[in-house]
């Protein structure tokens, strides 16, 4: 029987592109540091470390979190670090998650940084992500890929480049809210369509900016969060799923075959919604933290976490379902694509969902939010994962 | 006391570190196919007859290796697509079109570029590249055992 576990400290800095301020570890130690105040604990009070770090070419130092060891504390103590491209932060978190749950420790840090502002080259360093005698020498990206899941969304249901549009005009307006988000402008559904084209159907506003900052989770067992504090969000409920290497061999149409379908994140969120006893995600879940730095996966990801029937996530766009006034709010941080420090974004939607149902979010807080569902995905869109986040045990 | 404004130093670097990447016995009788005789190989399983490009040596539906060779026709049918124009170092100069196909015979797309489109307006460009539409396989006429030894042509 797995323990209770509960988040019991916050730290993030602001993302921006440059932090020429500081090195890597030094970014690190400022999100730690934030969130063991947010915790009143001290770093001896934790008692092992997990590092949520994607893959360090973007940061231009290979086995980067042996930097960091001294920036987390970890002298003496476990510590790992997980990878899993851009599911990262949800892995890391899952990771954390086990540390306690297993009750082989009490209190553990979830920690990671992106700097990818050191480099111009983030698509380059992504493309190397693939097998060099097939995908990578055609030129795939994370943005063309993306776009692959976008044509065969819109040529299955329908979907819009104006849905998508949409996706983006509300993550915008909702990260003015954010004081850590990146870009905190508003834009108009014009804007976007009129925007350059990247990947087509992908405009440069359908897509996330290359985003620098650190952020902290600290997990403890639900022994020690009582000593803690009076208000802990608590980890009702994880799932992982993993899918084949291969986009092209997910061009089918049935389950878990379709490139265009999030059938893996459903999979992931089914099991974080039995664990956190959720039969109906639409009207048990109070606000949603998605990890969607491109505007057409975000419509893939609502459908796949229960919130609207398959195919209709872009018309429940349209109808502002998933607005801050609307039935389900999506991203009140203003989500991946306004701030996506690729290392550790799947972590920021978990603090973030953990914000929300402690009310603690300040100008992005949803009325009232009790239950937040907070997910992740990296890779070629392989790895996924979902946590139930919630105010009550 | 007065802040100073100090300056911030970078240090500059570049990875450049080669790899001679294996491509191993099955990929390897792909690639030298495409080169010697413009043929495109897809591995069959025996168990569940799924014909796979790129080919491996094993199944991982079936969890069976796999070394049944079939060869595939030079059609087939876009499953996906993008057209890029912006521009991303390492790749070419934009625009350019990238589809997954999937050639008759096989069960799986392959990613490569389109050849022949005028890619300059993208609504007429996307009447012509869609999902659905039939391709032509063309190699170049020097080939070296790449990937990028052919390229996909619309037909019509």
């Known amino acids: 029987m797995a323990r209770n576990v509960a988040i019991v400290g916050i730290g993030q800095t602001n993302y921006t592109t440059l932090r020429n301020d500081v090195t890597y570890p030094e970014l690190v130690f400022e999100a ?25 070419s973007l940061v231009g130092v290979d086995a980067m979190e042996r930097w960091c060891i001294d920036a987390v504390g970890a002298k003496g103590k476990p510590f790992m670090r997980v990878n899993t491209g851009g599911a990262t932060g949800g ?3 899952q990771a954390g998650y086990f540390h306690i749950a297993s009750a082989f420790f009490d209190t553990v840090l979830v920690v990671g940084a992106e700097k990818q502002g050191d480099t ?38 329908g979907t819009t480049e104006q849905q998508m549009a949409m996706v983006s005009v509300r993550d915008h307006k909702n990260a003015l809210n954010n004081p850590h988000a990146h870009i905190r ?25 290359r985003s620098s900052g650190a952020c902290a ?10 000593k803690l504090m009076q208000r802990p969000a608590w980890i009702k409920g994880i799932g992982a799923t993993t899918n084949t290497y291969y986009m092209g061999d997910k061009m089918e149409t049935e389950m878990f ?11 992931a969120a089914e099991h974080a919604y039995r664990m956190a006893g959720i039969s109906n995600p639409a009207k048990q879940i109070d606000v949603a933290e998605i990890y969607g730095p491109f505007s057409c996966l975000e419509i893939a990801a609502v459908e796949a976490l229960g919130f609207c029937p398959k195919g209709q996530g872009g018309k429940f766009e349209e109808q502002g379902f998933f607005n801050m006034t609307g039935e389900l709010p999506v991203n009140p941080s203003g989500g991946a694509l306004c ?11 978990v603090a973030e969902a953990a914000l929300q149902v402690t009310g603690r979010a300040e100008g992005r807080q949803v009325n009232g939010a009790k239950t937040a569902v907070a997910t992740a995905i990296g890779g070629s869109l392989q790895f996924h994962t979902a946590m139930v986040i919630s105010a009550n045990l | 006391m007065m802040k100073e404004k100090r300056e911030l130093v970078s240090v500059p670097g570049k990875w450049d570190i080669s790899f001679n990447y294996a491509a191993g016995k099955t990929v390897s009788h792909f690639l030298a196919q495409i080169r010697d005789n413009g043929r495109i190989l897809g591995m069959k399983c025996a168990k569940c007859h799924r014909v796979m490009v790129p080919p491996r040596s094993f199944c991982e539906r079936c969890f069976v290796p796999a070394e049944d060779w079939v060869e595939l026709g030079d059609e087939g049918v876009v499953e996906a697509f993008t057209i890029v124009h912006d521009v991303f170092e390492g790749s070419p100069p934009p625009p350019y079109a990238i589809a997954y196909v999937k050639l008759d015979g096989a069960d799986t797309a392959l990613a490569n570029f389109v050849d022949g489109l005028d890619l300059s307006d993208i609504s007429e460009a996307t009447q012509r590249l869609k999902i659905g539409a039939r391709v032509k396989v063309e190699f170049a006429s020097r080939r070296e055992g790449r990937i990028t030894d052919f390229k996909y042509r619309i037909i019509g």
């Open chain 1, 32 to 56: 730690v540091t934030k969130a063991l105040s947010d915790a009143s604990m001290s770093i001896d009070e934790i008692e092992a470390v997990v590092f949520s770090l994607a893959p360090t």
């Open chain 1, 91 to 93: 892995s890391a978190a």
């Open chain 1, 120 to 157: 111009p080259d983030t698509q380059l360093i992504l493309n190397q992500i693939w097998d060099p005698r097939f995908e990578r020498a055609v030129a795939l990206n994370a943005i063309n890929m993306s776009s692959f899941q976008a044509v065969r969304h819109m040529h299955k249901y």
């Open chain 1, 185 to 209: 402008q508003a834009v108009s559904l014009e804007d976007v369509l009129a925007s350059r084209v990247v990947c087509w159907p992908l405009k440069l506003l359908d897509c996330c900016p």
């Open chain 1, 217 to 226: 989770v600290i997990m403890a067992s639900e022994g020690r969060t009582r």
């Open chain 1, 257 to 267: 075959n379709d490139h265009g379908d999030w059938d893996e994140l459903a999979l």
């Open chain 1, 339 to 349: 701030s996506n420090p690729i290392a550790v974004t799947g972590l920021v939607r």
